[in-house]
């Protein structure tokens, strides 16, 4: 009887970890998208799709302040979307993030890489103006949340994220020297 019980156990945290991996490559999948949005409204909407996918994640896998974080993310997006974001309404939504990550926070210093990358997009999502600055934006709050997806075990999403985090840089970098190049011809 103790065996039946360990199996059923070892299963559950099996189906558990399988179930945050199928998440974590879908929402890998919507942030790959997400990077080459034509602008900053695509690329917002697609984010909301990957927050959504990345909440299910962090709760089969247990971190809660990821949970948190991707939750109000989710309502930031939603909000963005519908021309609903104000300064007022990124600092309250920073605080929620803030207050809420921490009390929710089981794993340590690690558990505070999803608050402060999403607290720094938040603030730099509502600063930036257009996809380039979206994307550097995007590159390095990924970053941040590359190691968390690490550490706890997300590795369809740490695999995506850093590659994500990388192919951001290029494409920042790409774009601002084509930019460079095209000023340069009309002077």
Not at 58 to 70: H, K, M, Q, T, W
Request: hydrophobic residues 50%; charged residues 10%.
């Amino acid at each position: 009887m103790q065996f039946l019980a360990q199996f059923i156990e070892l299963y559950h945290i099996n189906r558990m970890q399988f179930l945050g991996q199928t998440f974590s490559l879908i929402g890998a999948l919507f942030i790959a998208y997400s990077v080459f949005g034509k602008n900053k409204k695509n690329i917002v909407i697609l984010q909301l799709c990957t927050n959504i996918f990345c909440t299910l994640t962090n709760i089969f896998l247990r971190s809660y302040s990821g949970v948190v974080a991707n939750a109000i993310l989710s309502i930031r997006h939603f909000l963005d979307i519908k021309g609903k974001m104000t300064a007022l309404t990124t600092v309250i939504i920073s605080i929620l993030i803030t207050v809420l990550g921490l009390y929710f926070n089981t794993r340590g210093l690690v558990g505070l890489c999803p608050i402060m990358a999403s607290v720094l997009f938040v603030i730099f999502t509502y600063i930036a103006k257009s996809a380039q600055h979206m994307r550097l934006n995007i590159g390095f709050t990924i970053l941040i949340w590359s190691f968390h997806d690490f550490t706890i075990k997300s590795y369809p999403l740490f695999i995506m994220d850093f590659t994500i985090a990388i192919l951001s840089f290029i494409k920042y970098t790409q774009v601002a020297i084509k930019d460079k190049q095209n000023s340069g011809r009309e002077d």
